[in-house]
């Protein structure tokens, strides 16, 4: 009577066509997926007969939405005071003052806050700003 259990060859898995299948994988979402610059924020922009230019994607986006509260690229502010503006922009910007600023207001956005991020900007030495609107599709 043998007790001794028959020696068995060790079994080797060979893991290369499971990493061949996932770098495939891998390669057919990253060329399949699409990246889509949408903000978070919900802005009906008002409307314009020039065409609008693109942005930069390393501009400064200010919302502001028809309540006027401020939001810095789509990060909503504490309260709608300049001062809490321009410290959050200063933070942001730093020292570069070539950064470009876009302000995106709501149609119904008192026009004291777009003032308001007009003159924080100016007071920050941002000369390149924007606004931006919607193509008039009227004409």
């Known amino acids: 009577m043998n007790l001794k259990p028959?020696?068995?060859?060790?079994?080797?898995?060979?893991l290369t066509p499971l990493i061949d299948v996932v770098f495939l994988l891998l390669i057919?979402?990253?060329?399949?997926t699409t990246?889509?610059?949408?903000a978070k924020l919900?802005?009906?922009?008002?409307e314009a007969t020039a065409a609008a230019e693109q942005?930069?994607?390393?501009?400064?986006?200010?919302?502001?939405?028809s309540k006027g509260s401020f939001f810095i690229?789509?990060?909503?502010?504490?309260?709608t005071q300049a001062k809490t503006l321009k410290l959050a922009l200063m933070k942001i910007v730093g020292d570069n003052k070539d950064v470009p600023l876009v302000i995106r207001a709501d149609a119904k956005t008192p026009h004291a806050s777009v003032v308001k991020a007009m003159d924080v900007a100016a007071q920050l030495n941002l000369t390149q700003m924007s606004i931006a609107t919607l193509e008039n599709q009227s004409e």
């Not at 057919?28 to 399949?32: A, C, L, R, T, Y």
């Not at 990246?35 to 949408?38: L, T």
């Not at 942005?55 to 939405?65: C, E, F, K, R, S």
Request: negative net charge; glycine residues 2%; without cysteine.
């Open 55 to 65: 942005t930069n994607d390393n501009a400064v986006v200010i919302g502001i939405d």
């Open 42 to 46: 919900k802005i009906v922009l008002p």
């Open 6 to 14: 028959d020696r068995r060859d060790d079994i080797e898995l060979n």
């Open 35 to 38: 990246f889509d610059k949408q």
């Open 73 to 79: 690229n789509d990060r909503q502010l504490v309260n």
């Open 28 to 32: 057919f979402f990253m060329v399949s």
